[in-house]
């Protein structure tokens, strides 16, 4: 499976953006880029995904650089429930039955 | 329904001990899946069923036997577990297609071994 960076950790301010980001430079074309988060002692839970163009639900924005070797979760109003480990994955297209985590971003949110 | 169910929520038990977690969902989704999570680490996938047979296995011991009765439940029978399997075990499904889905996660089900 392509690799995903991502920072261990994060910050922000209650109800200002975050903007999370993901460098995944080896994705190929039949990679989807999924981000999941994982709030404290439940299990993770689906965001949000996308192949090439930018994407939003009514939980976040998924934006994607044009050569898709990173791409930016955005949280447009940070709430003290965000606060999670937001983990972004590659999933190959095809296979629909491998999901590999990585170590993801530790969002803390400030009131 | 949209919702995975896991039971028990807590579970311990002993070395000697043969016990049963299981995972439950009705949302139609032909793939299900167990994954392990020690504590400050993510997920680590260690079964997959697709159509109800057994389609990933990752290396895992075989003091771990996973089950697929049918296509709404999933089972991980344990027997003769090590402290160090002491963990939250996570069951998932998903739709069987190309990628165009997320996972649905259960609520774990946080195994101490004594």
């Known amino acids: 499976d392509a690799k995903t960076t991502q920072p261990n950790s994060m910050e922000s301010n209650e109800e200002e953006p975050v903007h999370l980001p993901c460098n995944h430079s080896t994705i190929s074309g039949t990679d989807y880029i999924h981000w999941y988060r994982q709030l404290p002692s439940q299990g993770p839970e689906y965001v949000i995904h996308g192949l090439t163009s930018n994407v939003n639900n009514r939980m976040a924005s998924l934006a994607i650089a044009e050569d898709r070797k990173s791409s930016t979760l955005i949280l447009h109003r940070a709430t003290l429930r965000d606060a999670a480990v937001y983990y972004c994955?590659?999933?190959?297209?095809?296979?629909?039955?491998?999901?590999?985590f990585g170590e993801g971003t530790q969002l803390t949110v400030n009131p | 329904d949209t919702e995975v169910t896991q039971t028990p929520k807590h579970l311990v038990m002993g070395m000697t001990n043969k016990k049963s977690l299981k995972c439950e969902q009705h949302m139609g989704h032909r793939a299900m899946y167990w994954y392990k999570q020690k504590a400050k680490k993510p997920p680590e996938l260690m079964f997959v069923?697709?159509?109800?047979?057994?389609?990933i296995n990752e290396s895992v011991p075989s003091r771990f036997s996973p089950e697929c009765p049918n296509s709404s439940l999933l089972n991980l029978h344990l027997h003769a577990l090590q402290p160090e399997d002491s963990a939250l075990y996570l069951c998932?499904?998903?739709?069987?297609?190309?990628?165009?889905?997320?996972?649905?996660f259960g609520s774990g089900t946080r195994l101490t071994v004594v």
């Open positions: 998932a499904s998903s739709q069987i297609g190309r990628g165009v889905n997320g996972y649905t």
């Open positions: 069923y697709s159509y109800e047979k057994l389609s």
């Open positions: 994955i590659l999933r190959v297209r095809t296979s629909g039955s491998r999901l590999t």
